[in-house]
């Protein structure tokens, strides 16, 4: 019954499923630090799908270069009252 058509993408999916899950989680995690640094990305773009989908890449180009010069996260480039990095702050990347 292995040749069978009907049971066979139940099969394949079944088989692919752990791989779509950790995909999905990894996006969702890129999602969440672009989300972190980018105040635009928060709501809803109002744009139509093609310059929605600039806006996007400006912001994943825009945090790579941020990236490659160290720059820290909006949130954990202001010091305390000690003059000190809030606790729990941390450089998260995409």
Do not use: F
């Not at 995690?29 to 929605?52: D, F, I, M, T």
């Not at 000690?82 to 450089?91: A, C, H, L, R, S």
Request: with cysteine; hydrophobic share 35%.
């Amino acid at each position: 019954m292995a040749d069978d058509p009907i049971s066979r993408p139940a099969d394949q999916a079944a088989e692919e499923l752990p791989a779509v899950t950790s995909c999905h989680g990894a996006l969702l995690r890129v999602n969440g630090v672009l989300k972190h640094r980018w105040h635009c990305l928060h709501s809803e773009l109002r744009y139509q799908p093609l310059p929605a989908m600039k806006v996007i890449e400006a912001c994943i180009c825009l945090h790579n270069v941020a990236r490659t010069l160290g720059l820290p996260d909006p949130d954990s480039d202001y010091e305390d009252e000690d003059g000190d990095e809030p606790q729990g702050q941390n450089n998260q990347r995409a």
